[in-house]
């Protein structure tokens, strides 16, 4: 059974500083997927991860998957204030049925 | 990607009645997802709703709470029924990109605030 386990759940920066997200996942997973959700709102589709060594960025954020570790990482660059919200993980069974699965969401809060 | 509408955005309802969300989408769309998100929590899928088919209800979620409709290709509903106020959450559906796009990911609707008093 596909479980994906992330952390850190809870995380305070301070503006200008780098950190990253880590997502595992237990078992084969054929696409990895990056969702922001910012508080009161949907979710917003960041990245979607499909192969092995697969590296995608946009701003501030760059999105990697290690297949192989069953890794993927959301690295934050100099932060910023307008990155506070939820980042959500999910991987979806290797197979038809198109299921995904969540992790718990890392809550991040950007500070000046 | 695709573009839906849910309705509607919040309500407050009292105990045992029921309240009927829909989802419209822009695109024909073979599946679609009902999602329930407590507050502060991850995303529950409730079930998988095809067109033409009973849909597929996932662990601790059944029909006679929670049916589905599924009408066309591009819309749906879901009921929540004989509500109580731990049903209070904010309900979503989702499709993937109906081109088979995979890189666009799935399209979330704006979601419903549920209050049960």
């Known amino acids: 059974e596909l479980k994906v386990e992330q952390n850190p759940l809870f995380l305070s920066m301070q503006e200008g500083k780098n950190y990253t997200i880590y997502c595992n996942y237990s078992?084969?997973?054929?696409?990895l997927y990056w969702y922001r959700q910012d508080p009161g709102k949907s979710l917003e589709s960041l990245f979607v991860?499909?192969?092995n060594g697969a590296v995608k960025q946009e701003g501030r954020l760059m999105a990697s998957l290690d297949t192989k570790a069953r890794l993927s990482t959301l690295h934050i660059t100099a932060a910023v204030h307008d990155l506070s919200a939820t980042y959500f993980c999910?991987?979806?069974?290797?197979?038809?049925?198109?299921?995904?699965?969540w992790g718990l969401g890392t809550s991040l809060a950007v500070n000046p | 990607s695709a573009v839906i509408s849910q309705k509607p955005s919040r309500d407050i309802c009292q105990r045992g009645t029921s309240l009927t969300i829909q989802c419209q989408v822009d695109?024909?769309?073979?599946?679609m997802f009902w999602y329930r998100q407590q507050p502060g929590q991850s995303l529950t899928l409730i079930a998988t709703?095809?067109?033409?088919?009973?849909?597929?209800?996932e662990s601790g979620f059944v029909i006679d709470k929670f049916p589905i409709s599924r009408p066309n290709l591009t819309f749906s509903t879901l009921t929540v029924s004989n509500m109580s106020p731990e049903d209070s959450s904010i309900y979503l559906c989702?499709?993937?990109?109906?081109?088979?796009?995979?890189?666009?990911?799935?399209?979330f609707g704006s979601g419903t605030r549920l209050t049960v008093v």
């Open positions: 695109s024909q769309v073979t599946m």
């Open positions: 991860l499909l192969s």
């Open positions: 078992t084969t997973s054929d696409r």
């Open positions: 709703a095809n067109q033409g088919s009973e849909a597929t209800y």
């Open positions: 999910a991987a979806t069974n290797a197979g038809n049925n198109r299921k995904l699965i």
């Open positions: 989702s499709v993937e990109d109906p081109s088979g796009r995979i890189n666009y990911g799935y399209t």
